[in-house]
């Protein structure tokens, strides 16, 4: 057997290293698909959107199918594995407290985005709802527990001093509720918002719940053992998902252009919601503990529970923190450079 000269072994170590790195990168670039839910294509899920247009989903690894699912269909989905990720977290927290084993790892608002409305000129304040109807999706929802928190807030008992009118899922039936006078006052997301202000002069706002309440609004669920057991993917899930959000805030119009194709609302409305969602976000996708304990305090109310449940067994920031600190480690930074993953 002949000898390898030194100057062909080198070549042959190289060649071996490099096509060990490269098999090593083709391997680590498999894309894994993982289904995410999302209760409308609002600004509030932008970030989600901004990041798979921007393909920082598929840079770590990820192809999130998107389902549009309200919570209370997310929340089973998720627990039994027919998703991956829910954003409908309020849902998802009310399941942890009746004893399901998912987490809140992600926090996207933690104010609520509801606005109150009437077009009777004698109410204007929270006590002046007193006997009146609120129109509303449905009890027990987001836009319940908000305006509940907001009547406290003000002295009057949200159980036994209004009527909760139930108008279905979308902002235009409560419109309609409002104006034929079924109900007294509604409830409106901000692309309802723009709507009433715009084409509804009688209409006015009582409230603006986003600067008087505080709760968990929106963010990522998971089940506990797909954070156990692929905490990892949760890991570059969540880094994306970071990208996401830091592009929004950075960079609106390139944003509002990007989610447009998912968006049906006008661009009127997608200006303002984006405005609202942008005001409303937290710092970093988390919440502090006073907030958490709150969130499980409603929570537990709500069910009719009469129990303690630790923040640990609700709240999980542990990588959504570390999805920040690797983007900081990196020196990343939101660029109009990046382009659209081709389709």
């Known amino acids: 057997m002949q000898p390898i000269c030194k100057p062909a072994f080198m070549a042959l170590f190289i060649l071996l290293v490099v096509g060990w790195s490269q098999g090593g990168k083709s391997q680590s670039r498999k894309t894994e698909t993982v289904r995410v839910s999302m209760a409308s294509f609002g600004a509030i899920y932008y970030p989600h959107l901004v990041a798979k247009e921007l393909g920082y989903y598929a840079d770590e690894g990820i192809n999130p199918e998107i389902i549009l699912m309200r919570g209370s269909i997310a929340t089973p989905a998720l627990v039994t594995g027919d998703i991956q990720f829910s954003t409908s977290s309020g849902s998802a927290l009310a399941a942890i407290l009746r004893g399901f084993d998912l987490r809140v790892i992600y926090v996207t608002v933690d104010r609520p985005y509801y606005s109150i409305f009437s077009n009777k000129k004698e109410l204007r304040t929270a006590p002046d709802l007193k006997g009146k109807r609120i129109g509303i999706p449905g009890r027990g929802d987001s836009?319940?527990?908000?305006?509940?928190?907001?009547?406290?807030?003000?002295?009057?008992?949200?159980?036994?001093?209004?009527?909760?009118?139930?108008?279905?899922?979308?902002?235009?039936?409560?419109?309609?509720?409002?104006?034929?006078?079924?109900?007294?006052?509604?409830?409106?997301?901000?692309?309802?918002?723009?709507?009433?202000?715009?084409?509804?002069?009688?209409?006015?706002?009582?409230?603006?719940?986003?600067?008087?309440?505080?709760?968990?609004?929106?963010?990522?669920?998971?089940?506990?053992?797909?954070?156990?057991?692929?905490?990892?993917?949760?890991r570059r899930f969540l880094r994306a998902t970071v990208k996401?959000?830091?592009?929004?805030?950075?960079?609106?119009?390139?944003?509002?252009?990007?989610?447009?194709?998912?968006?049906?609302?006008?661009?009127?409305?997608?200006?303002?919601?984006?405005?609202?969602?942008?005001?409303?976000?937290?710092?970093?996708?988390?919440?502090?503990?006073?907030?958490?304990?709150?969130?499980?305090?409603?929570?537990?109310?709500?069910?009719?529970?009469?129990?303690?449940?630790?923040?640990?067994?609700?709240?999980?920031?542990?990588?959504?923190?570390?999805?920040?600190?690797?983007?900081?480690?990196?020196?990343?930074?939101?660029?109009?450079?990046?382009?659209?993953?081709?389709?």
Not at 292 to 312: A, F, H, W, Y
């Open 143 to 234: 836009h319940h527990v908000a305006t509940s928190l907001w009547l406290k807030k003000y002295g009057v008992d949200p159980e036994r001093e209004v009527h909760w009118i139930s108008t279905g899922p979308t902002t235009a039936t409560r419109i309609a509720a409002l104006v034929s006078g079924q109900v007294d006052a509604i409830t409106s997301p901000p692309s309802g918002t723009y709507t009433l202000k715009t084409e509804y002069p009688s209409v006015y706002e009582i409230a603006d719940l986003g600067r008087e309440v505080k709760m968990l609004y929106t963010g990522l669920a998971v089940a506990k053992n797909i954070l156990d057991g692929r905490s990892e993917m949760v």
């Open 244 to 343: 996401g959000r830091e592009f929004y805030k950075s960079f609106k119009d390139e944003t509002l252009r990007l989610t447009k194709k998912y968006d049906p609302n006008s661009e009127g409305s997608r200006k303002a919601d984006y405005e609202i969602t942008l005001e409303a976000m937290t710092k970093d996708g988390t919440e502090d503990l006073e907030t958490q304990k709150s969130d499980i305090d409603i929570g537990l109310r709500n069910l009719g529970m009469r129990t303690s449940v630790p923040p640990e067994r609700v709240f999980d920031f542990r990588l959504i923190g570390e999805g920040y600190n690797d983007l900081r480690a990196a020196k990343w930074k939101p660029s109009l450079t990046s382009k659209p993953v081709t389709k």
